[in-house]
T-cell receptor, first 111, second 112 residues
Framework: DAKTTQPPSMDCAEGRAANLPCNHS???????VYWYRQIHSQGPQYIIH???NNETNEMASLIITEDRKSSTLILPHATLRDTAVYYC????????????FGQGTTLQVKP | EADIYQTPRYLVIGTGKKITLECSQT?????MYWYQQDPGMELHLIHY???????EKGDLSSESTVSRIRTEHFPLTLESARPSHTSQYLC???????????FGPGTRLTVT
């Protein structure tokens, strides 16, 4: 599975959009980009995933560059409850379903 | 809300004791996983299972063992706990064709 690189921390003002970047320059053609978040040592929570098209759900939007070497998770209106560690993970659809977690980005939403 | 449960949530135990951490899910998921996470660190996969009677070791070597006798149940056992086993243990499950892993609340283990 491809390795990902994320900034260790970011701040965002409450009510503003939070844009979390992720680099995955060695991603293969059959590998998906997944985003999870972990709030204060609880179990991680799935947010969204995509292959090459942009995706949107009730939680967030995922923008994947055309060359697929990077992506951005967008929380459109961040709230204090969005403060968490956000993990970008690249995984093949053909493997065991294992998720390889990196250090992630600690997002601090400030009032 | 995911229907995956872990007990106990917190456990403080002495060195040398045998412990079993319970994980159960009511979603009928075939795939189940155990992760270990030290405070402030990333999660590491230690065990996984494709279904009943299937268990595999994960990416991080662990002295723990697991069993999968029933679909809904995936307990983790430490035969002789040591202080180095102090950590948080997270259980997860996934349906065969779903991209989403559901995580339990975790068991925070302290071995004194």
């Amino acid at each position: 599975d491809a390795k990902t690189t994320q900034p260790p921390s970011m701040d965002c003002a409450e009510g503003r959009a939070a844009n979390l970047p992720c680099n995955h320059s060695t991603i293969s053609g059959n590998e998906y980009v997944y985003w999870y978040r972990q709030i204060h040592s609880q179990g991680p929570q799935y947010i969204i995933h995509g292959l090459k098209n942009n995706e949107t759900n009730e939680m967030a939007s995922l923008i994947i560059t055309e060359d697929r070497k990077s992506s951005t998770l967008i929380l459109p209106h961040a709230t204090l409850r969005d403060t968490a560690v956000y993990y970008c993970i690249v995984r093949s659809s053909s493997n065991t379903g294992k998720l390889i977690f990196g250090q992630g980005t600690t997002l601090q939403v400030k009032p | 809300e995911a229907d995956i449960y872990q007990t106990p949530r917190y456990l403080v135990i002495g060195t040398g004791k045998k412990i079993t951490l319970e994980c159960s899910q009511t979603m009928g998921h075939d795939k189940m996983y155990w992760y270990q996470q030290d405070p402030g660190m990333e999660l590491h996969l230690i065990h996984y299972s494709y279904g009943v009677n299937s268990t595999e070791k994960g990416d991080l070597s662990s002295e723990s063992t697991v069993s999968r006798i029933r679909t809904e149940h995936f307990p983790l056992t430490l035969e002789s706990a040591r202080p180095s086993h102090t950590s948080q243990y997270l259980c997860a499950s996934r349906a065969l064709d779903s991209p989403e892993q559901y995580f339990g609340p975790g068991t925070r283990l302290t071995v004194t």
